[in-house]
């Protein structure tokens, strides 16, 4: 099994910034991709940033110039560097990985845009 913890997310101002985190623990072998998801208010998830084992990344269209997803050294950790937060970018942000054909989810953290 693995575990996903998300953290960093907060309340912040429109034009500010947040940095994302997200630890994986348990049976890891090697993940064939990470990425965060997140759920506005009353909408479905939605895929933000992905990375794959090789390094390709994958951004939504609303956030490409504006978020950056990276990995640690140790590929058990992905970040969302998100920049010049929109209050449209409010939502309960998730990481997810796959490992073997299995998505695992974390239980999200909630980003709020507002002046």
């Known amino acids: 099994q693995v575990q996903l913890v998300e953290s960093g997310g907060g309340v912040v101002q429109p034009g500010g910034s947040l940095r994302l985190s997200c630890t994986a623990s348990?049976?890891?072998?090697?993940?064939?991709?990470m990425g965060w998801y997140r759920q506005p208010p009353g909408k479905q998830r939605e895929l933000v940033a992905a990375?794959?084992?090789?390094?390709?990344?994958d951004y939504a269209d609303s956030v490409k110039g504006r978020f950056t997803i990276s990995t640690g050294d140790m590929k058990n950790m992905v970040y969302l560097q998100t920049n010049s937060l929109k209050p449209e970018d409010t939502a309960v942000y998730y990481c997810?990985?796959?490992?073997?054909?299995?998505?695992?989810w974390g239980k999200g953290t909630l980003v709020t845009v507002s002046s």
């Open positions: 990375i794959t084992q090789d390094g390709n990344i």
């Open positions: 997810s990985a796959n490992q073997f054909g299995v998505d695992y």
């Open positions: 348990g049976t890891i072998f090697k993940f064939n991709n």
